[in-house]
């Protein structure tokens, strides 16, 4: 018994050795190095001095980088804003579609695309010589080019189609196993069609609904080419602040703790979707009980007065 036990448990080992081992390289020692050289100084020419320092946190309150954080915080909101909005009536319509592999295609069809090869499209459509501009010269609706790229709101169009499909399939996948005849007793029981999508619906997607803000904002925020090929000279972003303390300061704990940061906040939203999807099975446990215990009594009701 002794013997099968231990087989058991070193064919257990031999089996999540390899992913261990992956995981432990490719992830837990980059995320190690990055802590570590976050609390270090900045060598005299670049690199790192192996002496503790909290200067590089210090730096991140200068007021340079405070308005850059604003300003990527702010673009972030408005473009996982619009995501949202965007998504739930497509992962709804989705849900509802007959045709739901063909949806799925046209959604996921972009990612077939290298990510720079779709920016720079974006740049042809919006640069003052490119499509939409001659188009619109050619209508004569306008007298003379108008300036749609390099500035706050070219950042927001291409992030929001870079990142909306990370919110609709999400999204879609909730609601696709959404138990509908919640709606239909809801409308039973008075509620409007609307009513019924944001008392019982809403409720009942919320892990998937917080799964697709998280898979937006927590990308938005970190986004680096985007706000580097179609933003202007006030676009920066946070990603740009880390690659420039990269490549070009060389302040490699500046840049460690903004990452630092960066891979917190993204802790923070996992553990706040797993708390959610717990949380969600069993509000929809107790809901789908309450609305057919409703149904139940008001047809008893209706039926001893007839």
């Not at 992962?91 to 579609?97: P, V």
Request: glycine share 8%.
């Amino acid at each position: 018994m002794k013997k099968n036990t231990l087989g058991k448990r070193w064919l257990g080992y031999a089996y999540a050795g390899p992913m261990g081992l992956w995981f432990t390289v490719f992830f837990v020692a980059p995320l190690a190095i990055i802590i570590i050289y976050s609390f270090l100084k900045k060598g005299l020419y670049g690199g790192v001095e192996w002496s503790f320092s909290l200067s590089a946190y210090a730096q991140m309150f200068n007021a340079s980088f405070g308005k850059v954080i604003f300003r990527t915080l702010w673009i972030t909101i408005i473009s996982t804003a619009i995501c949202m909005l965007i998504a739930l009536p497509c992962g709804y319509a989705m849900a509802r579609s007959k045709h739901q592999t063909l949806f799925l295609f046209l959604v996921i069809i972009p990612f077939w695309t290298n990510s720079l090869i779709r920016i720079y499209a974006w740049i042809n459509i919006l640069s003052t010589e490119g499509f939409l501009n001659n188009l619109l010269l050619s209508l004569h609706l306008i007298k003379e080019p108008l300036k749609m790229i390099y500035n706050h709101g070219s950042v927001i169009l291409v992030l929001v189609y870079m990142y909306v499909p990370f919110a609709i399939l999400p999204l879609f996948t909730t609601i696709d196993k959404f138990d509908f005849t919640l709606l239909d007793a809801a409308r039973d029981l008075g509620a409007t069609k609307l009513g019924a999508i944001l008392r019982v619906m809403i409720p009942g997607i919320k892990s998937g609904f917080f799964t697709a803000l998280i898979f937006t904002f927590i990308p938005i925020f970190g986004a680096y080419t985007v706000p580097l090929l179609v933003g202007g000279k006030d676009s920066t972003m946070v990603g740009n602040i880390i690659v420039d303390q990269v490549q070009k300061t060389r302040n490699w704990p500046l840049a460690s703790a903004f990452s630092v940061i960066l891979t917190l906040i993204s802790m923070v939203g996992v553990m706040l979707m797993l708390s959610s999807s717990a949380k969600e099975k069993a509000q929809k446990k107790d809901l789908q009980g309450n609305m057919k215990l409703a149904a139940q009594v008001k047809k008893h009701h209706e039926e001893g007065t007839v």
